[in-house]
């Protein structure tokens, strides 16, 4: 990827006849099937930090980039964890949040050229995530890739990734629910047949993936039942309890597949839960331990349930809005313009909630599929669950027992991995999602070992906004500290040279050395000591890690039952039912 350590005063402005040479040498290289060439032509593009002329340009380069990589993975094979395919998304990612802004006094081709390349990269970034096995993350780039401009290949692609999770459930009424909507897609895709290149029709054409779907699926279904999805009524017990389960519906939040593809009512329910998995019949055993996963796993419903209901609470709650939980003391006006009333109290203990979810299916995910011994229960994190905990000094490499995997929601919980933690030499984390947004983790740190001060949004542009005296005064104190040091080398080297040299100059020449460092030490210590977020961009953070937390959790049942269906089924069972209060 571009070097962002590299200077702007060092950055190459990146003219549309280089653009436009870059794309289709990608092109010819791809379509040949020129790996070495492709390699190359990524290295000299991207040892180099390109200004643009437009954002546009700059978002074109990135797609660019982004395949280049998606490609290099296809057809290297690497393993599942490979670079390649994290720099596609990256690259895809970034393209995104360079896209300018719609400016109603754009001409047309402007803005029909923004639609069509968001739509191309949504579908690219959508594909690449379902590569990674992420099929439920991809799921709103592909809504968005269609919504744009009817993309056919996002079509194509989401019919392929429906009938992918309907295959990975567990349970078959919801299984046939998705194989439905896939063949609404694969209807959708033939409509659209004639916008598609000869090569991305064969999934459609005779024998194809979606062709084959589609006949199997009219022989085994009937229309029908499917529509009953849409005239179910729910009973609410309050209005509350109304704007509560509408608000989870409208933004995919429930532990419900089928709310990644509906919002009806009939998924105003939280039903995924762990699927059977075999035991072997232990005596020494008591109730609650052979429940112990079937518990936990409750557990990890229950406080991720907390959080979202956390956030639906506060979201509405005025900035200003002032509480007796700590109306109890009088409050320093630190001209942060921090807040601290009950909604940013209840964002921080969702936020707090959500983060820790991550570690505890690590804990999970370690104890059921036995990756280390118990005495290594301390170190499990979901950063630890991906490496050997018990090399060191090796640099990171994958668990022994993870890196032949072939279980997709495994290898999505790793990808998620990469969008909370930097992992090993990986770029910053917080290019995955935002470029310009706070990393989740420094947030979390902030917050549990430090300060974190949520602000409001303009009080925040004048706390965090250039000051003309103290930046000129912190100027002159890095200056006169240079001029010191420089004074004081000659003096001391007059002395070992035997040569006269005023003591009296280079004692004071050292007492303000020692101050100047004592408050630039002050000025680093303290503009550090706390890290401030705009409350826009940390109410942002929150709902992706929201998200991330509920497919997280989702992926975990997911992962169990792939493990499960492999497992020898020669012997004797007997079925057993888990007790609900």
Sequence with gaps: ??????????????????????????????????????????????????????????????????????????KRKTEWYSDDLMKSVIAYRKAIHALPKHDWSEHENVTNARTNLRSRIETNLAIQLSSQGRALCCLPHFDKAISLDENPVAINSKAINQI???????????????YFKAYELTNQALDNIDKLYPEQRVYLEKDGQLSTFKDAFENKYDLDSFYQFKEYKQEYSSKKEKEYLEWCGENRLFLNDLNDVCNYPIVYQDVFSLPSFIQTINSSLTMHEE?????????????????????????????????????????????????????????????????????????????????????????????????????????????????????????ALFFILRDLRKVGDSEEVTKWLDPHAVAFVKIRNAMEHRSLKIVDDFGY????????????ELLKMEEELSLCESKIT?????????????????????????????????????????????????????????????????????????EERKRNRDGVYMTKEVPLK
């Design 1 to 74: 990827m571009v070097d962002n350590k590299t200077t702007k005063e060092t950055s190459m402005l990146m003219s549309i006849a280089e653009l436009t040479e870059f794309s289709e040498l990608a092109d010819e290289y791809m379509i040949t099937g020129n790996d070495i060439a492709l390699v190359s032509l990524v290295e000299k593009y991207t040892s180099k930090n390109f200004a643009f002329a437009h954002p546009i340009h700059e978002a074109h380069y990135l797609y660019c980039l982004g395949t280049c990589y998606s490609d290099l993975h296809e």
């Design 164 to 178: 992918f999770l309907g295959d990975s459930l567990y349970d078959q009424y919801h299984s046939g629910y998705h």
């Design 291 to 411: 429940l112990s996963y079937h518990g936990n796993y409750d557990e990890l419903k229950n406080d991720y349930c907390y959080a979202r209901y956390l956030i639906f609470t506060a979201k509405d709650i005025p900035n200003d809005t002032s509480h007796m939980f700590n109306s109890t003391y009088q409050h320093v006006d630190d001209m942060s313009y921090s807040i601290n009333n009950l909604k940013v109290a209840h964002y921080k203990s969702a936020f707090r909630a959500l983060y820790s979810l991550f570690d505890k299916i690590a804990y999970f995910i370690n104890r059921f599929f036995d990756l280390n011994d118990i005495k290594h229960d301390r170190s499990i994190t979901i950063e630890s669950l991906f490496r050997d905990i018990t090399v060191k000094g090796g640099g990171w490499k994958p668990h022994k027992k993870l890196k032949e995997s072939d279980n997709h929601f495994i290898h």
């Design 461 to 472: 542009e004048l706390a965090t906004a250039n000051n003309p005296y103290n930046d000129n």
């Design 490 to 562: 000659d003096l001391q080297s007059n002395k070992s040279m035997a040569l006269g040299y005023n003591v009296d100059e280079l004692n004071a020449l050292n007492i303000r050395k020692d101050k100047l460092d004592q408050q630039l030490k002050e000025k680093k210590k303290l503009s550090s000591h706390s890290l401030l977020i705009p409350i826009s961009q940390f109410e942002k953070r929150l709902c992706e890690l929201m998200r991330l937390a509920r497919n997280s959790i989702m992926y975990l049942a997911l992962a169990i039952h792939h």
